[in-house]
């Protein structure tokens, strides 16, 4: 009896295995070829700059530390004398990182990204932790939309006109 179970999963077997046969495969033959990871993974945390000006786009606001459950972002930006905070330090410990994306949803400057960049193992946890400088770096090449300017204009409030160039400004509306 139990030799005809047998012969019967063998047959099972044989008969998955060819529904695959004619199918591309889908292993990569790592370290030669790389996987192109999709373009909303959480991979590492990095910084992302300015294209025209190459500089860092972060505000020093703190909302991505703020949102971080993980106590993974550390920022380092005193105040001045007009209470605005200036950018000093900015570090991410990548070993306490659950990767869960509340940093990147947070924040409201395109400064932040969760990269879908691979290979950052370390040997040790040290190694894990990237300052403001490292962050820059690695994501500098991170293709991103900049919707800085949309975000700033929807936040101002619009300036009321007044009554004359308000009415000049109906008039243009109106020819156009
Ligand atoms: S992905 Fe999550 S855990 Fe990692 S730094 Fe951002 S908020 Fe913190
Ligand atoms: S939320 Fe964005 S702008 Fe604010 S501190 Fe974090 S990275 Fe900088």
Not at 37 to 51: A, F, H, N, T
Not at 143 to 165: Q, S
């Amino acid at each position: 009896m139990g030799i005809w179970k047998d012969i019967k999963n063998l047959f099972i077997g044989m008969r998955i295995t060819s529904k695959h046969l004619g199918r591309h495969a889908i292993t990569v033959q790592y370290p030669e070829e790389k996987w192109t990871m999709p373009e909303r993974s959480r991979g590492i945390v990095v910084l992302l700059s300015d294209k025209e000006t190459g500089e860092l786009n972060c505000t020093a606001c703190m909302l991505c530390q703020k949102a971080c459950p993980t106590g993974a972002i550390t920022i380092d930006a005193p105040r001045d004398e007009n209470k605005k905070r200036h950018l000093k330090g900015f570090v991410v410990d990548h070993g306490l990182c659950c990767f869960c994306g509340l940093c990147e949803e947070a924040c409201n400057f395109s400064a932040l990204k969760m990269a879908t960049k691979y290979e950052f193992s370390a040997l040790t946890k040290e190694e894990l932790v990237w300052d403001v400088n490292k962050l820059q770096e690695v994501g500098r090449d991170v293709p991103y939309i900049d919707t800085r300017k949309k975000k700033v204009a929807a936040a101002k409030p619009a300036a009321p006109a007044p009554a004359g160039e308000s009415a000049a400004a109906t008039g243009t509306e109106g020819a156009v």
